[in-house]
């Protein structure tokens, strides 16, 4: 069914819902992460490789809201960069 305006009515619906979960580009990721992402996600979180970029806003934008980490789903799922820490600290130590 067409509607006044020539387009079906389902493809407009559609339209509306893309619009509405737009994923942030790559350069405002970055500018967010720079204002409102702590040491991790400065440090591990890779804001160009495309990879789970939803995941990735959706975290910048819970930090922004004040939830600590414990609290974000996802948080340490958006860490792309290898952390140069081991699992056990007691590695540290050993030669």
């Not at 020539?6 to 619906?13: D, H, Y």
Request: glycine share 4%; net charge negative.
């Amino acid at each position: 069914m067409l509607t006044r305006k020539g387009i079906p009515s389902r493809m407009r619906v559609c339209t509306n819902i893309l619009m509405e979960e737009r994923i942030m580009t790559k350069e405002e990721l970055r500018d967010m992460n720079e204002k409102y992402g702590d040491y991790f996600t400065k440090t591990f979180m890779d804001t160009d490789n495309g990879q789970h970029m939803d995941w990735k806003e959706q975290v910048l934008l819970d930090l922004k809201a004040g939830k600590k980490p414990p609290e974000i789903p996802h948080y340490n799922d958006v860490f792309d960069k290898e952390n140069p820490m081991p699992e056990n600290l007691a590695d540290l130590f050993v030669k």
